[in-house]
C-alpha cells in the first residue's frame, strides 16, 4: 500500500506523554481550563496538545478503502488518527479552550517572521478536482480559487498568569488560513515525504489568494518548510516583561463562536536557524534537518530532477533535490540530508533566493576526480581524448591519459550533440562521482 510506503519516507517525530501533557516544550504542555467543547470524537480537551496532526483515519472512499489521509491543506484533519485517538477539539460558542506551556513564549525577534506562537484548526483549501484518494497525485490536483474552502474563523486571547487576557479582535484567526500542511510531496514518487516544520510560520505576506489555482505540490512549494497555522506576534501587546526585557506569555485561549473553530495543537515559533557550511552538512548523518547556502553551479532545466549549490570558496558542493532552481542565482536552502544512488544530497523542503551568484570550475584530472571525494557535487573542468560515444545513453567518456576515464552524462536537452570518438575536447560540468561529470549545456564542451 502507498500509505505504508509513505510512512516509512518521512522524519518521524515521537511525543512522549507524561502525567501532566507532552514533554515536548515546543507544543503546548497542559490543558488549563475549558467550557463547551464539541460532541465526540471533537470533544477532548488533550487533542490540542502536542504536534498538529500527521494522518487521520476518515471515511474509506474511491481508491481509499481504509479512509487513511495525510493531513493536508486540502483535506484538514478530523474524526481520529489511523490508531483510534481523538485529533481534535470543536469549541462551540459561549466556550473556550485554555492551554499551557511549560516555559513561557517570549517575544523574540530571532524568530521566524517575528512570529511568536501558531495555532494549528483543520481549515482547507477547496480542491478542484473532486474527491481524493490515495493515489491522487498532488503534482497536479489543484486548489479551486485559494478562497473558497472550509473556514471556521476563532478569535484567540492570551495571558502571562491566566487572569488577565488580551484578545487578537482583529486577527489572525485559528481555523482559518493557512491550513495544516503535514508533509512535503515527493513529485517523483508521487508521495507523501518529509514532515514540515510546525514552528515555523508561513510567510506573513502570503493570503488566501495566493494558492489559488495552484497545484497542492506548488502551494507546498510557497509554505516553504512551514506547516502552516495561524501564526501571531504578541509583541503589540501591553504585556509586563521579563528580566531580559522581552515581553512573554504562558497561555493561550481559544474562544469559540458560530460556526465553531477546531484546535488541533498549539505551538512556539523557533528562531531562525543558523546556517551551515555545505561540507558540515554533507558530514550529517541521513534524515538529519540542515540549513545551507550556495551558488547555484547546474539548474533544474539542465539536468531534470536536481540542482547542484557549491560554497562561493569553491571548497564543496552538493546536490538538491525536491526543488527547482536555475543557475546564476544564490540560495538558501533549507531540508534533510539524504543519498541517491551513494550521492550526497539535500532533499529540499525550503528555498530562499539570496541574490545573484555564480561560480568558475575547478580544473581536475581524472585521477583527481576519481580519488577525491571533496570533488563530488563540485562545478569542474577536465580535458582529454573522447571515447566510448553512446548515442543512445548520450554518454561518452573523455581520458587524459592518467589511467582513470571521466564518464559524461548529456545534459536535458534534446538539442544536445555528443562529441566524436577521437576528439581531443575540455568538459565542464558537476562531479558526480565514479568519477562521472554531468555536463549542464552544449557551451560546456570545447
Do not use: H
Request: proline share 5%; net charge negative; glycine share 12%.
Amino acid at each position: 500500500m502507498k500509505f505504508i510506503i509513505c510512512i516509512l519516507a518521512v522524519v518521524v517525530w515521537v511525543g512522549l506523554m507524561c502525567s501532566n501533557g507532552w514533554t515536548d516544550d515546543r507544543f503546548a504542555s497542559r490543558v488549563a481550563d475549558y467550557s463547551n467543547l464539541g460532541a465526540s470524537p471533537y470533544d477532548d480537551p488533550n487533542s490540542a496538545l502536542g504536534r498538529p496532526s500527521l494522518w487521520m483515519k476518515g471515511a474509506p472512499g474511491p481508491g481509499n478503502s481504509d479512509g487513511i489521509f495525510a493531513c493536508s491543506m486540502i483535506c484538514g484533519a478530523w474524526n481520529t488518527d489511523p490508531n483510534g485517538n481523538k485529533l481534535i477539539t470543536t469549541v462551540k460558542a459561549g466556550g473556550y479552550l485554555t492551554v499551557e506551556f511549560d516555559k513561557p513564549i517570549l517575544d523574540d525577534p530571532a524568530n521566524w517572521f517575528g512570529k511568536d506562537f501558531i495555532v494549528f484548526g483543520n481549515s482547507a483549501f477547496s480542491g478542484a478536482g473532486g474527491y481524493i484518494s490515495v493515489d491522487t497525485d498532488m503534482g497536479a490536483y489543484r486548489i479551486l480559487n485559494g478562497t473558497s474552502g472550509t473556514w471556521e474563523p476563532g478569535t484567540v486571547s492570551v495571558s502571562q498568569d491566566g487572569v488577565t487576557w488580551y484578545t487578537f479582535t482583529s486577527g489572525p484567526f485559528v481555523d482559518d488560513f493557512a491550513p495544516t500542511q503535514a508533509f512535503t510531496w515527493d513529485r517523483d514518487t508521487r508521495c507523501w515525504d518529509i514532515e514540515l516544520d510546525p514552528t515555523k510560520p508561513v510567510n506573513p505576506s502570503l493570503t488566501k489568494a495566493s494558492f489559488a489555482g495552484k497545484t497542492v505540490a506548488d502551494a507546498i512549494d510557497l509554505y516553504n518548510g512551514s506547516a502552516g497555522g495561524a501564526a501571531f506576534d504578541i509583541s503589540g501587546l501591553p504585556l509586563a516583561v521579563d528580566a531580559n526585557g522581552r515581553k512573554w506569555i504562558r497561555f493561550v485561549r481559544i474562544n469559540g463562536g458560530t460556526p465553531a473553530p477546531e484546535v488541533d495543537a498549539v505551538a512556539r515559533v523557533s528562531n531562525v536557524p543558523p546556517i551551515a557550511t555545505i561540507a558540515d552538512a554533507k558530514r550529517q548523518a541521513e534524515m538529519t534537518g540542515v540549513r545551507i547556502e550556495g551558488v547555484i553551479t547546474a539548474g533544474s532545466s539542465e539536468l531534470g530532477n536536481c540542482f547542484y549549490i557549491e560554497s562561493e570558496d569553491r571548497s564543496c558542493g552538493v546536490m538538491v533535490t525536491g526543488r527547482s532552481a536555475e543557475r546564476g542565482r544564490k540560495v538558501i536552502v533549507g531540508g534533510v540530508m539524504s543519498a541517491l544512488n551513494g550521492e550526497k544530497r539535500v532533499k529540499a523542503i525550503s528555498l530562499d533566493d539570496d541574490g545573484e551568484g555564480s561560480a568558475a570550475p575547478l580544473g581536475m584530472s581524472g585521477r583527481t576526480m576519481s580519488g577525491c571525494k571533496i570533488a563530488v557535487g563540485l562545478l569542474v573542468r577536465t580535458w582529454g581524448k573522447v571515447g566510448d560515444v553512446d548515442e543512445a545513453g548520450m554518454t561518452f567518456t573523455v581520458d587524459d591519459g592518467s589511467g582513470c576515464k571521466v564518464t559524461c552524462i548529456a545534459p536535458n536537452d534534446p538539442w544536445f550533440t555528443l562529441p566524436g570518438n577521437g576528439d581531443f575536447i575540455s568538459v565542464t560540468g558537476v562531479c558526480s562521482g565514479g568519477p562521472v561529470l554531468r555536463i549542464r549545456a552544449q557551451d560546456d564542451i570545447n
